[in-house]
């Protein structure tokens, strides 16, 4: 499983479809370094409407052609042994289906941890099953 990971706001990974939905995403630090950025890669069919404030973290958003957010990035600071939670609210696709989220970690040092199922030994993709 994910390390870093996205679940509903009830902590379960799967939702329904075409609801507005509250999700969270849950980055711990696993390296004696502190985390530094996050950057989520938004599952397309997915439509983002708001983000709840995380005090000590910017976030930037990226957009595409029709307004959709398609990537959003925290920065921001999670010390060794803390873990940081981003929540937003979303509106989930109108057909059913799995909702891959692709996560990437920035440690201090520059190195980065690839949550994005591209390989499995080192970090799978979080998924949310939308019944």
């Not at 404030?53 to 930037?60: A, K, S, Y």
């Not at 891959?100 to 099953?129: C, F, L, M, N, R």
């Amino acid at each position: 499983a994910a390390h870093a990971t996205v679940r509903n706001g009830s902590g379960l990974s799967e939702s329904k479809v075409g609801v507005t939905e509250t999700y969270r995403v849950n980055v711990p630090t696993e390296k004696e370094i502190s985390t530094t950025q996050i950057r989520l890669v938004v599952p397309a069919g997915l439509s983002i409407t708001r983000f709840q404030v995380t005090p000590g973290f910017t976030r930037t958003v990226t957009r595409n052609a029709d307004g959709l957010v398609t990537e959003v990035i925290w920065k921001g600071r999670v010390a060794p042994m803390e873990y940081a939670r981003f929540f937003f609210q979303a509106r989930n696709p109108a057909a059913a289906g799995d909702l891959t989220w692709k996560i990437y970690q920035t440690y201090s040092d520059g190195s980065v941890a690839a949550w994005d199922g591209q390989d499995p030994e080192k970090g799978s993709a979080s998924v949310v099953t939308v019944k």
